[in-house]
């Protein structure tokens, strides 16, 4: 045990595990992302990251990750995408782009990026519409004509007199922790009618079927165990007409940027992971969950699959993240 | 020190010990700046302090292990690797010694301060099972240091002991909160930081036997003065607060 022997195998330790490590992110890059592996005793087996664990424990893993990272989710969000993550966000609901009285179901929600962006929107919506400018007249209704024009009233609220529904988002997410973050924003920012929480899984929705408009998972189906059984159930639970849509982190289409893209993943994240949240080990398991989750052309296949037609990706910021959608026609 | 097979386990984690996370050069000069900050502006975040030892600490660490090598209690403690945790420290016996003694003092020390011997964090960044256990080891004795140099818990006495340990171990970690520590210091305890305090743990640390190969589990029996004088340990300067001579009142 000479201090040479030492030094040197210390070196030697680094240079394997970095090694390692470059030729693990070449190998996802290459191999199929998606795989099931079956364990020698018959039970099967899939991915935690680039571990392989049993199937049936995956769902308690991913609980305890988003147990541990709730609370600093956000600033954790905000640190490692340098807010962009937001302008992600705000793209989605764009391109969603809601109208008044939408029904949307957004699952793996927690925290309520989704839900308060679709929010504002059609409060947004709702304002500018033609008959709130009508409004601004304060112009007296002769008697005789009132009975007329009160079909037409748009309440204070924003909803009309007849049937329009209001703009609603129920919140559905498989961790506690993470719901309870996203209730007290809620409070805060002022959706507490508009929003309902609760608690199920994406694989088994507790939700009546063909009941909404536009189903929406962002960044929550890459840790789902059955990625088939989650898109089946979303399928059920939109009405005929309704929209799938999925906001991913997915593969990066460009080599360069790709180097770029997993050096800063696998060198920077877990310890922004460990300084900012204490938990190393939650932020690695996200950079290799990434990996493991199939390509664009893969996971449309697979919404393909559910039932879903126009079912189309676009790429966001060279594919880093991605929009899947898919209508139930 | 691998747990379960190769397969259920994540490739990388506990690689060289339980608790092992390996880090390539670059996440550990990352971790070092980011958990340096961190550990300055929040010193409650001891995972950071941690971090920061661990990641800054690799020659010490080494410098430190060649010299517990060349010490025959050195290379004992090397060779047993004795931990201190509520498993191996039998807390009532400490209790019923008698009131001079060094177990005693360590005892108090414990529980006035409601401190446990497993509030020592794991090892995770160092890539080297002999050099992961002499940071464990210092961690874990950093509480038999206070006690030793006769220093409570606070700021000011965190930061002698720091000073102490910056002269025993070397290690950057010590150093910095050391120098950086005194700014956190009320004007009082500053004034008597610069004055009375610094020049004795100057000397302290200096001349004191190699501290980090005394096997402290051995000695609770014995009186404290003459436990300090085998260590070359200069009676600490009064006015600290709790840990007086027998004879004195505490503060």
Known sequence: MAAPMVKRSSLIINNIFSNYIRKNISKCKRSISFSRVNGGDNTSQTHFGYENIPEDEKEERVYKVFENVATKYDLMNDAMSAGIHRLWKDYFISKMAPTPGTQLVDVAGGTGDIAFRFLNYVRNEDSESYNNQDRQFDVETPPELRSISELDEISESGESKTEKAKSFVTICDINQAMLDVGKSKAENLGFSSETCFIQGNAENLPLESNKYDVYTIAYGIRNCTHIDKVLQEAYRVLKPGGRFMCLEFSHVTYPLIQQLYDSYSFQVIPVMGQVLAQDWKSYQYLVESIRQFPKQEEFVEMIRNAGFKMAKYENITFGVTAIHSGFKI | ?251
């Open chain 2, 1 to 251: 020190m691998h747990t379960d097979s190769e397969d259920n386990h994540h490739p990388g984690y506990d690689y060289l010990y339980s608790g092992h996370i390996p880090t390539t050069r670059f996440q550990k000069t990352l971790l070092a700046i980011g958990s340096g900050i961190t550990a300055i502006v929040d010193p409650a975040r001891d995972d950071m302090v941690s971090a920061f030892g661990e990641t800054t600490g690799y020659f010490a660490l080494q410098r430190l292990r060649e010299k517990m090598l060349k010490d025959p209690v050195g290379r004992q403690i090397l060779e047993e690797r004795p931990i201190l945790n509520s498993s191996t420290l039998d807390i009532d016996y400490l209790g019923s010694l008698p009131e001079n003694t060094f177990g005693k003092h360590y005892w108090k020390f414990l529980t006035k301060n409601g401190f446990s011997p497993d509030a020592r964090l794991p090892v995770q960044f160092v890539d080297d099972d002999d050099l992961q256990y002499v940071m464990l080891r210092y961690r874990q004795i950093h509480d038999l240091f206070h006690t030793v140099l006769g220093m409570p818990p606070h700021m000011l006495g965190e930061v002698i002991v720091k000073m102490v340990e910056t002269f025993q171990t070397g290690l950057p970690m010590c150093a910095l909160a050391a120098m950086f520590g005194p700014v956190r210091l009320g004007p009082v305890h500053r004034q008597k930081y610069f004055t009375t305090y610094l020049p004795w743990a100057i000397k302290c640390g200096s001349s004191a036997k190699f501290l980090m190969a005394v096997y402290y589990e051995k000695h609770w029996e014995q009186d404290l003065q003459e436990f300090r004088q085998e260590l070359n340990i200069i009676e600490p300067p009064p006015g600290i607060g709790r840990k007086k001579k027998n004879t004195e009142n505490a503060s």
